[in-house]
């Protein structure tokens, strides 16, 4: 039995990968409330695909989902944070704010899951999003909550996490990413 790249195992899963014009393409927002079934299908279909993957593989750093890795072009995304916690939905979200603090970590995506890249994200983020009923919410995120939660919005904006890299890292291949054992760490202020 031959081993199934990670990146078809995503694909496989109903996972869109690199190079479909859908992950550079900004996704559209919902206008809540009217919107609201539409929302609510497109939410499903993510906690679906969500499950689906979490079947195969494990995320002890928690994980997230955009509706356009998924093939729909629309403003939704789910945030899967680690442990025993509910998921964060995520209907056009902006961040509004951020903090000067940064830190340095690999990550990992869903739409090119044979590579880790080195990201510098905010340690602290601010995003508004809109909830079901059209009002807006601002929440704070900080460090591996927010940089999760900055990835998926970064989806949402047609960005890749690679156009996040410095110039000249490149990612590295997921087996020598796995090699390294490295987990993200956060130093308290």
């Known amino acids: ?5 990670p990146s078809q195992q995503m694909r496989d899963l109903g996972v869109v990968q690199e190079g479909a014009a859908i992950l550079t393409t900004p996704a559209r927002p919902f206008n ?9 299908r497109i939410v499903d279909e993510l906690f679906a695909a969500l499950n689906r993957i979490s079947q195969v593989h494990p995320f002890a750093k928690g994980m997230g989902i955009a509706a356009p890795q998924i093939g729909i072009g629309r403003a939704a995304a789910i945030v899967q944070p680690p442990g025993d916690v509910p998921a964060i939905i995520l209907l056009n979200p902006r961040i509004t704010a951020h903090a000067e603090a940064n830190d340095e970590q690999y990550e990992g995506c869903l739409s090119f899951f044979d590579v880790r890249g080195l990201v510098t994200r905010p340690m602290e983020i601010t995003v508004e999003s809109t909830a079901l009923t059209g009002e807006r919410v601002t929440t704070v995120y900080e460090h591996g909550l927010a940089r999760l939660t900055h990835h998926e919005i970064d989806h949402l904006d047609g960005l890749l996490y690679t156009s996040r890299v410095l110039p000249g890292v490149e990612p590295i291949p997921v087996d020598e990413y796995r090699q390294t054992g490295r987990a993200w760490t956060y130093e308290e202020a």
Do not use: G
């Open 1 to 5: 039995m031959t081993d199934v790249r």
């Open 32 to 40: 809540l409330p009217s919107e609201r079934d539409e929302a609510e």
